[in-house]
């Protein structure tokens, strides 16, 4: 797909365009209104294939909850195995549309290794993510992002704090949730380890000297969106001392990890990246005991 098409969806997933530019500019590209609904339809999440970890896999035990937050009471997903036994926690934090079914699905792949996790719903500061994307999107560019991070901060403080947690709790996010990630490194004192991905840098990079966490930092080739600052980021960190790894996965694309993201999406990638992840949590929060 050209990539011309595919940074122009970027710019409308993010908020920088609507919907309606996007279709425009799409057409002026691919030389028609039809084809550029045809582009939307195919780049847009599918979440019928969200579905990696089924929500019956008879090893795990499924939640909805809710936790609180300095900001209100936040609706959460906890996913871990149904065998007994103290484990390490890992907050799931989502994309800029809450916590869709994809996201739940990753919080049930953390569960089948072994792992307590808990995929907050930071959109529960707004109502709660809706089933459409464009008022997802909407509600999350009119959320307060404080209040969201607050909310987040206040994730890991529960889930190291649940009764079948080890004790020791990580944080993985992806796009948005990547860059709050980065800011739980900086702002909460009870992260153990940090995997964002491909999220934006923090806002003042002086901060970088509160980090504890180790973090493991993952990007994508063709992401200019977010790759501006990784230099400033990585020198920020070094001159810090703090413990870090980048890993570039060239060719790319932002939103690689999704799988329902039709061309965005790329196995390869996708699939390093993750085994990076679980090895980097197993290294830093004690490998759990697997699902039976």
Request: include cysteine; charge should be neutral.
């Amino acid at each position: 797909m050209d990539q011309r098409l595919i940074d122009l969806y970027d710019r409308y997933t993010h908020g920088a365009i609507d919907r309606r530019t996007f279709l425009g500019r799409a057409a002026a590209l691919t030389g028609s209104t039809v084809a550029a609904s045809a582009l939307l339809a195919a780049l847009t999440n599918d979440y019928a294939r969200a579905a990696t970890v089924p929500e019956n896999d008879p090893r795990l035990a499924l939640d909805d909850i809710a936790y609180e937050s300095p900001k209100g009471r936040i609706a959460a997903y906890l996913a871990r195995p149904k065998s007994k036994g103290k484990r390490p926690a890992v907050v799931v934090i989502h994309e800029n549309r809450g916590l869709t079914p994809h996201v739940r699905d990753v919080a049930r792949r953390l569960g089948v290794e072994g792992f307590l996790a808990l995929a907050p719903d930071l959109l529960s500061l707004v109502g709660g993510a809706p089933a459409d994307e464009d008022k997802g999107r909407a509600l999350h560019a009119g959320a307060n992002k404080d209040d969201m991070l607050a909310a987040a901060i206040a994730a890991v403080a529960f889930a190291k704090a649940h009764p079948e947690s080890s004790g020791k709790a990580g944080a993985v996010g992806f796009c948005y949730g990547g860059g709050v990630v980065n800011r739980l490194a900086i702002e909460s004192a009870e992260l153990d380890a940090a995997v964002p991905y491909y999220g934006p840098v923090p806002p003042d990079l002086a901060q970088v000297a509160k980090i504890k966490a180790p973090l493991l930092l993952q990007y994508a080739g063709t992401d200019a969106g977010i790759n501006g600052r990784i230099h400033e980021y990585e020198a920020a960190l070094k001159a810090a001392g703090k413990r870090y790894t980048i890993h570039m996965y060239e060719g790319a694309q932002h939103a690689f990890n999704n799988d329902t993201a039709g061309p965005r999406y790329d196995k390869a990638a996708a699939d390093l990246a993750w085994s990076r992840t679980l090895a980097f949590f197993r290294e830093h929060l004690g490998a759990p005991p697997n699902a039976a």
